[in-house]
């Protein structure tokens, strides 16, 4: 299958399975019964019914590039030249090419969204038509209620994000000869069929926003993506309305960039903003949480932070692994890797006299590519040139800066204990990823459904465990709970059968077995 003619004659061949075929043949349908002019042939449709059939879900400067983009398709023996309306086949042919196409087939529909007119197009016109993609899709899925728990950022215009955003995949198309021009007439290079079909390649968010527009624009439920990837489900366990330093097109970026498995889910752990300028605070709320993403935005407006591919420990050692990245969203985008050079990839310290106490990632001591200081507010990123471990510039607007909002989120699965079944044996552990070194206060088994139940915990202090409600049943069941920790201050369960506690306290803590009767110790 593909863009080929068929043996018995010129005619174009779509890429879509059965199924999909027939989805792109009912939208078709509803398109073309749309009130036409008088002129219009019944088996074609306007710029007024795509109008019409849209409604307010894409901005009007995306329609019509969509509009423009079909109706420029020249068919296989037909005649040359943008259409007066939409027939069948070059509707098939759009959705084909855009959707499931090559990297040349979707150069050449936006050569024809970009501009009507043959030839090569002005690099200041990929620039625009970037701009409304962008914000096309931001637009769509606050329309179609599908930011996963995102807030679009309010304010006149597009979101600020929008243009950064559009700004950085633009600056991924390669301007032949554009060295030779200075700043702004760059953008007056000429782009053709080869530059537009790289760019495809290099920045594959292109296609991947135009399947979204087209997807959640005219609802195509057999073709629609998974927007998992995209947009990651956000979690914050407060009652308060909590706006993210990020925005959606920043969102969209930095998640780009992690991990594929730590993509569908953030979890908010710490702000500056719900949860006080403290940094025992920090360390308490990220420390065993898993892969992190920390944001910072300082006093100019800078927003940068990085990503941490492993949990967070408090100890004196640099730790991590190359996954971590440094990255930027505002004023411009960007990620910045590991290069090798050192394994300074994270730092996190408190309490220490004679090493630096605070928060780093990258560089090394007293100059890290990213710093929070102990003395919660201070920070700085210091690259001269830039920084040894991810080669990343300043990312701060001042090398020694002050902020007022600090975030890290958790990406990937969600923080708890998981279960795993084998056989009648059920083992509950609970990873220290999860729980913070500076104290639980309580944990809650709400359900123990098997006969023999293991319950690991290991970690530097729990100051509470609760294991409660715990069905009547499991009186006249095994129970084993092994436990390994520094110190124990409180026990207490309910309403579990006396015996069996006492039994469980004896042979797990002789020392505390001495102690009330009400098994507490």
């Known amino acids: 299958m593909g863009n080929s003619r068929s043996q018995s004659g010129p005619r174009f061949c779509s890429q879509f399975l059965p199924a999909e075929q027939a989805e792109i043949d009912g939208l078709f349908d509803a398109l073309s019964s749309e009130k036409q002019r008088p002129d219009t042939s019944p088996r074609s449709f306007s710029l007024r019914a795509v109008k019409s059939h849209l409604g307010e879900a894409l901005p009007p400067e995306m329609v019509t590039r969509l509009y423009d983009g079909m109706r420029s398709l020249d068919l296989p023996g037909k005649a040359k030249g943008p259409s007066e309306s939409i027939s069948r086949e070059q509707f098939t042919m759009f959705m084909s090419h855009l ?105 594959p968010h292109v296609a991947t926003f135009l399947s979204v527009v087209i997807h959640r624009g005219f609802l195509l439920p057999h073709l629609s993506p998974d927007l998992a990837p995209l947009v990651p489900e956000r979690h914050v366990d407060q009652e308060r309305v909590f706006e993210s330093i990020l925005d959606v097109p920043s969102v969209i970026y930095v998640n780009a960039h992690l991990p594929r498995e730590q993509r569908h889910r953030w979890d908010l752990l710490f702000s500056s903003e719900l949860h006080g300028h403290s940094f025992a605070q920090l360390c308490g709320r990220i420390t065993h949480q898993g892969p992190c993403v920390l944001l910072l935005e300082d006093r100019d407006g800078h927003v940068f932070g990085g990503f941490a591919s492993c949990s967070w420990e408090v100890k004196p050692q640099f730790q991590g692994d190359d996954r971590c990245f440094l990255f930027s969203t505002s004023p411009r985008m960007a990620v910045y890797t590991s290069t090798g050079y050192n394994d300074h990839y994270m730092y996190l310290n408190h309490g220490q006299q004679t090493i630096p106490n605070g928060l780093g990632m990258g560089g090394q001591h007293n100059y890290f590519g990213l710093w929070v200081d102990v003395d919660f507010g201070k920070g700085h990123s210091k690259a001269k040139p830039k920084c040894t471990t991810y080669h990343s510039p300043q990312l701060s607007a001042q090398e020694d800066f002050r902020f007022e909002k600090m975030e890290v989120w958790a990406v990937g699965e969600a923080p708890g204990s998981q279960q795993v079944s084998a056989g009648r044996r059920s083992a509950c552990r609970v990873s220290a990823g999860r729980l913070s070194a500076h104290g639980v206060s309580a944990l809650r088994v709400l359900s123990l459904p098997f006969p023999r139940v293991a319950c690991h915990l290991s970690m530097g202090h729990l100051s509470s465990l609760r294991v409660s409600p715990v069905s009547p049943r499991l009186c006249s069941l095994h129970v084993a709970c092994r436990l390994s920790v520094c110190c124990l201050s409180a026990l207490c369960a309910r309403p579990l059968c006396s015996c069996i506690w006492r039994r469980f306290i004896r042979n797990s803590f002789p020392a505390a077995a001495a102690g009330p009767r009400d098994a507490r110790g």
């Open 99 to 203: 959707l499931k196409g090559s990297s040349e087939e979707k150069s050449l529909v936006i050569m024809k969204m970009i501009s009507a007119t043959e030839g090569p197009v002005k690099a200041r016109e990929v620039q625009k038509f970037t701009e409304d993609l962008v914000g096309s899709v931001v637009h769509v899925l606050n329309y179609r209620q599908e930011l996963r728990g995102w807030t679009q950022k309010r304010g006149p215009g597009p979101p600020p994000g929008v243009q950064v955003l559009a700004a950085q995949l633009f600056s991924e198309m390669e301007l032949r000869g554009s060295e030779e021009l200075p700043g702004p007439r760059q953008l007056d290079r000429d782009c053709d069929r080869a530059v537009i079909e790289d760019w495809v390649f290099r920045a």
